[in-house]
């Protein structure tokens, strides 16, 4: 496990941490909606990396490059297009590719642009949200999921049955995956997805586009 | 034209004609054998660069940054201008503890090529001719000012610059930089600007040049001879362009439809509206301080860019294998170089997976918020000199 960084408000997030074991030192990685730029920061701190970021909101850019880091106001539909082939050792989109139009044009860029892709979102089939569907008949809300429908950017959220499905269907190759329960605990996915589709809050997917040697 | 400021001659010109010869600033003198080729194909010789300096050149000749001005700027970026008295017009971004900080970094500021400060231009005597180069001198283009410029950072015994920054036709010569001196820049900062020329910037300019050489004191461009000048036109043009610099909603706020020094219409062509008086005080004071035909040439250097077109009509193709950090900056409210022109920029940046941040600041000051005090614009520029120097070694 990584120390967390002193240099951060918080403690960093779980999922952060566990892509953070994923990068290999030294790599170039661009984060896709990299928010306040904590991800960008810790790998920058732990694992020496040349990191660029694409965030949407204005403020955060500027808060990102005030800090220091290589981000730009844009959005994963439209600006990563313009990334050559296999520019990156890692694209990540972290909790972010609910809330992107085209979310299978979107991982077929990271697929092109990076190595290896690293995807993180919420999962829609942990058992608080299918509970809520069931018995409360409404859009769920969950400390993950706060928002109510109509205020809510979320506009394709998937389970992670959903999300092997799209892997697969995009030709990518699963190097790891990992879903965390609610109280941040690792659920390793292996061959039943059923159990992490229902214990799991929040998935992390190592994916490449063709099997590494 | 007798709404026109109506300006007698009070010296300043006098002043203005000594500093585009014998600038206050230090000068560089190129002489006649290390001519300069420009783009036209012709070789100008000799060439003088008027130029500035702040701070102190570490050791390692590593903390250098250029400034580049924009169309009416000049080398006096952080101290008092000759001719108008008037602090820096960047002195809130660059000095001591500044963004910009002189006690870091070693800062140069260049007059630019076909300026009128002391580098030369169509107001510099001909040594060939002894009087004014005027319309004799060559049109010149961007890559010629930046060409000039790398003379005067070799002078300077610097083989990389830390950054380059400027703003509008100075973040022009940026881009300039970085396409084509690429392992002398290693980072850079373009703000406000765009990788060409846009059709209506080329319209207003037009415009511009039209009201100097309507102006019956304009004499063919050879008012020198005539013991003229024509201000009135200098002053249309200057007044037409100042408007693109701001934003409808700037000009607004900050006029209205108030009166000036009035209380009701005199049904006259007077300024009866602040928005009039304060245009026409622009037009006139730009007139003691710049030379007409100085306008003419820097605004077709403008209007010849396009980085773009140069490299087969693929911008990123201008950026190929850079290792430069760039930080581009646009503003909300700027029309004149609107955000899509520096995210056209940003893409190509991207297409090669350069290094680039990007920011856009929310202003309602147009195309003039650069020239101000923009407090998110100023922190972006300090955090990415602080983190660009960190990677270049530079100490904290």
Request: net charge negative.
């Amino acid at each position: 496990m990584l120390k967390p960084d002193i240099l951060l408000s918080g403690p960093p997030r779980v999922d952060h941490l566990l892509i953070a074991e994923m990068v290999t030192p030294g790599s170039r990685v661009l984060d896709v909606g990299c928010g306040d730029g904590e991800l960008l920061q810790l790998l920058s701190a732990h694992k020496d990396i040349d990191g660029r970021g694409v965030e949407l909101s204005r403020d955060r850019v500027n808060a990102c490059v005030t800090r220091g880091l290589s981000v730009i106001q844009g959005d994963a539909d439209e600006d990563l297009a313009d990334y050559p082939d296999q520019a990156f050792d890692y694209a990540i989109l972290s909790l972010t590719i609910q809330a992107t139009r085209y979310p299978k044009i979107v991982l077929e860029n990271l697929l092109r642009i990076g190595r290896h892709a690293i995807v993180s979102f919420p999962n829609f089939g942990h058992w608080r949200i299918r509970t809520q569907l069931m018995f409360a008949g409404r859009m769920p809300q969950t400390p993950n999921l706060p928002e109510p429908w109509y205020a809510s950017p979320d506009a394709h959220l998937c389970t992670i049955k959903d999300f092997v499905d799209l892997v697969k269907l995009v030709d990518a190759v699963v190097e790891s995956a990992v879903a965390f329960n609610t109280s941040g605990r690792r659920l390793p996915i292996r061959r039943s997805l059923s159990l992490q589709n229902l214990f799991g809050e929040k998935a992390v997917f190592l994916l490449s586009s063709h099997s590494e040697p | 034209m007798n709404t026109a400021p109506a300006k007698t001659f009070d010296g300043s010109e006098g002043l203005r004609t000594i500093e585009a010869n014998k600038p206050s600033s230090k000068v560089l003198h190129l002489p006649e054998s290390e001519p300069l080729r420009l783009a036209c194909d012709q070789l100008l010789a000799p060439v003088s660069i008027a130029y500035e300096t702040y701070g102190e050149l570490n050791a390692a000749k590593s903390n250098a940054i250029l400034v580049c001005h924009a169309l009416t700027g000049d080398q006096y970026v952080a101290s008092t201008h000759p001719v108008t008295k008037k602090p820096g017009w960047w002195q809130t971004l660059v000095g001591p503890g500044k963004p910009i900080d002189t006690n870091r970094f070693f800062v140069i500021c260049p007059n630019i090529l076909g300026g009128c400060m002391g580098s030369t231009g169509p107001a510099s005597v001909d040594p060939k001719t002894q009087r004014p180069y005027g319309l004799n001198f060559p049109v010149i283009t961007i890559r010629d000012m930046v060409n000039a410029q790398a003379r005067l950072i070799d002078h300077l015994g610097i083989d990389q610059l830390f950054c380059v920054v400027g703003g509008s036709m100075g973040g022009m010569q940026v881009l300039e930089w970085a396409a084509h001196h690429t392992d002398r820049v290693f980072s850079a900062v373009p703000i406000a600007t765009a990788a060409l020329h846009s059709s209506q910037n080329i319209a207003f300019h037009e415009v511009g040049r039209q009201a100097v050489m309507a102006d019956p004191d304009w004499c063919g461009g050879d008012y020198h001879a005539h013991g003229k000048v024509p201000r009135n036109g200098l002053a249309v043009a200057r007044m037409a362009a100042h408007i693109t610099y701001l934003s409808e909603e700037a000009l607004h706020h900050k006029f209205g439809r108030s009166l000036q020094k009035r209380s009701k219409l005199t049904f006259s062509f007077n300024a009866d509206f602040q928005v009039e008086s304060y245009l026409r005080h622009q037009g006139s004071t730009f007139v003691d301080r710049f030379d007409p035909n100085s306008y003419l040439y820097i605004t077709r250097a403008m209007d010849y860019f396009d980085l773009a077109v140069e490299h087969g009509d693929i911008l990123a193709n201008a950026f190929r294998g850079t290792k430069t950090r760039f930080c581009v900056v646009s503003f909300t409210s700027d029309w004149l170089y609107p955000t899509r022109e520096s995210r056209e920029i940003v893409h190509a940046l991207n297409a090669v997976a350069a290094n680039v941040s990007f920011v856009e600041i929310e202003t309602n000051n147009g195309h003039d918020s650069f020239l101000l005090e923009e407090s998110e614009f100023f922190a972006t520029v300090r955090g990415f000199l602080n983190a660009a120097g960190v990677k270049r070694g530079l100490k904290v």
